[in-house]
């Protein structure tokens, strides 16, 4: 790889950190020869990666992957996560002990790809599409208001399969297992697997549980109020009205990690619960 966009966050608080992070990786990679620009700013549902992007590297958190991860949505990409923030679930490396090991290694591609499915939702009001956006963790059916209880009906491939009272629904993909949808009381998946994961959100029921599907299933959902919304891993929300539809599918488009590392979902996971 020869071309690499640096994306930096802008909450996180160690900004002395990031400057010397970046300031490394521009000066390493443009000495070497390769093209490299650095974004610093929030990235809102327009930004896009430009075309000529081989490898983007954020410097952030959790939040900063998954924005940067929509911005490249059907792109031939890779990814590379320095963890600056909280978690770091989807980051590769948590400090960079040796940058020019780190660099010579992106350049010569001396790294594995973890490929992870996306999910791509859509919705349609009167049969007209009002929104369409893609997801890395989620996609959530949730209140635009905090204090009336939602309800909504799920459909798998056009079967109804429950009328929900609840605060919302979240539909995870395996990598978003461990986020919203684990919080709602949803599994937690090998995130490299291929399912759906369907969760209400606080139901008003004893008898519901979260289902796990095919990536092949399409899930329908049809809110039956008006106070409710559509996000898509927790990017600003689009309302949503009664009787609208929401449609949720596996992505034909997929996001590629870096990784350097040979450590295991598991060790990670024991890891980063240490600090929840």
């Known amino acids: ?41 929030y990235l809102d549902r327009q930004f896009a990666i430009p075309d000529w992007v081989d490898c983007v590297i954020t410097v952030g958190g959790d939040g900063t992957m998954l924005r940067a991860s929509r911005a490249g ?7 590379l996560g320095i963890n600056k923030g909280h978690m770091g679930y989807l980051t ?61 009906e799920l459909y798998i491939n056009d079967t109804l399969i429950n009328e929900y009272r609840a605060d919302g629904v979240v539909v995870a993909s395996p990598t978003g297992s ?39 299933d399409r899930i329908k959902i049809i809110p039956k109020h008006t106070t409710q919304l559509v996000s898509c891993d927790g990017a600003d929300g689009t309302d949503l009205m009664c009787d609208d539809e929401v449609i949720i599918t596996k992505s034909r488009h997929s996001m590629k990690f870096i990784r350097f590392r040979e450590t295991s ?12």
């Open 1 to 41: 790889m020869k071309n690499f966009y640096i994306i930096i966050s802008e909450y996180t608080t160690r900004v002395r950190s990031i400057s010397i992070t970046k300031n490394r990786l521009v000066e390493g990679l443009s000495q070497r020869g390769a093209r490299v620009e650095v974004y610093e700013g």
């Open 73 to 79: 949505s059907g792109r031939n990409v890779t990814y």
């Open 92 to 152: 590769e490396l948590a400090q960079i002990d040796d940058y020019d090991e780190v660099i010579d290694r992106l350049l010569r591609d001396d790294f594995k790809i973890e490929e992870r499915m996306m999910l791509s939702a859509s919705a349609y009001r009167g049969g007209k599409r009002i929104y369409r956006d893609y997801a890395l963790n989620d996609v959530l059916i949730g209140k635009n208001d905090s204090v009336h209880m939602m309800t909504f």
């Open 178 to 216: 461990t986020c919203y949808s684990m919080s709602a009381g949803g599994p937690i998946a090998e995130p490299t697997a291929k399912l759906l994961l369907v969760t209400p959100i606080c139901p008003h029921a004893i008898n519901t549980r979260p289902l796990v599907l095919s990536p092949s």
């Open 265 to 276: 979902f598991l060790d990670t996971l024991r890891d980063r619960m240490r600090y929840v």
